[in-house]
Structure formats: structure tokens, C-alpha cells
């Protein structure tokens, strides 16, 4: 077993989805946390750098849908749940001409929490986001900071 953090293994990849559980249970403040440490501990720029077996790029499907901030825990709900994003600004280019934006203001290593979310200008008030939503196009916007946060009136995640 490999990438282990407490019981959980991040280099077996039927667990990946683990920790965004903890938004369900009403701490997205560890899973931010949870994400931070992966990408810190286990996906290194060096040949030893991946704490798994990446031969069906679920390794792979994961840093990149937490590096933009969201994640399908549930691939076939239509849903990606907020996680914390890992890069400062990244675009998807879609089909008909749409390009839809994640940007994460004042990421760093310190600000590794989510202080609010908006999609199109509009706060994100759940811990979700919808596929459809991302298919339209348009910019989803992270702040970030340095101090965990819990969900109060729908205004933080």
C-alpha cells in the first residue's frame, strides 16, 4: 500500500474519492486540507514522484480535476464537488468556441483554503458544482486564504 496518510491510501486508486468525503460530512476544510497534502507528499517532479501504479491514469484524472478545484465523486451524478484548486488559473476549451475558466485568487502555499466560490459572478452556495454547468462555459472563481473555513449562510465553502 502506498501514499499513506493516517488509513488513507492514495496510491490505490478506489480511494481517491475519499477525500472529498469530508465536504459530505461537513468539513471541506479537511478535505482542502486533505488535497493539499497529496499533491504536496505524492505527486513530486522526480522519477519516484507518484506514490502509485498510474497504468489507467485514475492517478493522473485525479491530480488534474483537483488541481482545478473540483472532483467527480460520483462520476455518473453530474456533479463535481468543490475541493481546493491547486493552480492559479487554468481554461478548458469546450465545444462550440466555450472556454470555461478556474481561477484561484491568492493561492499559495499558505492560502491553501477556500474562503468563497463564484460561478459566473453568482457565489456558489453548495458543495457542488454540475457538469452542465462547466459545459456552458464561463469562469468559476476560488479566494483563497490561509485559515480553514466552515460553510456559514452558504457564503463560504
Not at 468556441?97 to 477556500?114: D, P, R
Request: glycine fraction near 12%.
Amino acid at each position: 500500500v502506498t501514499g499513506l496518510i493516517g488509513q488513507y491510501a492514495h496510491g490505490n486508486e478506489p480511494s481517491h474519492h475519499v477525500a472529498y468525503l469530508y465536504s459530505y460530512a461537513g468539513h471541506p476544510e479537511k478535505t482542502q486540507q486533505v488535497i493539499r497534502e497529496v499533491f504536496d507528499r505524492f505527486y513530486l517532479a522526480k522519477p519516484d514522484g507518484l506514490c502509485g501504479n498510474d497504468d489507467c491514469g485514475q492517478m493522473s484524472a485525479w491530480y488534474i480535476f483537483s488541481a482545478m478545484g473540483f472532483y467527480p465523486v460520483n462520476p455518473i451524478s453530474g456533479e463535481y464537488v468543490l475541493g481546493a484548486p491547486q493552480i492559479e488559473k487554468i481554461s478548458l476549451s469546450l465545444p462550440e468556441g466555450k472556454t470555461f475558466t478556474v481561477e484561484a485568487k491568492g493561492l499559495s502555499k499558505a492560502n491553501k483554503y477556500v474562503q468563497s466560490v463564484e460561478l459566473n459572478g453568482k457565489p456558489v452556495t453548495g458543495l457542488t458544482i454540475s457538469h452542465k454547468d462547466v459545459m456552458k462555459g464561463g469562469n468559476l472563481v476560488f479566494t483563497m486564504t490561509d485559515q480553514p473555513g466552515r460553510p456559514t449562510g452558504g457564503q463560504r465553502l
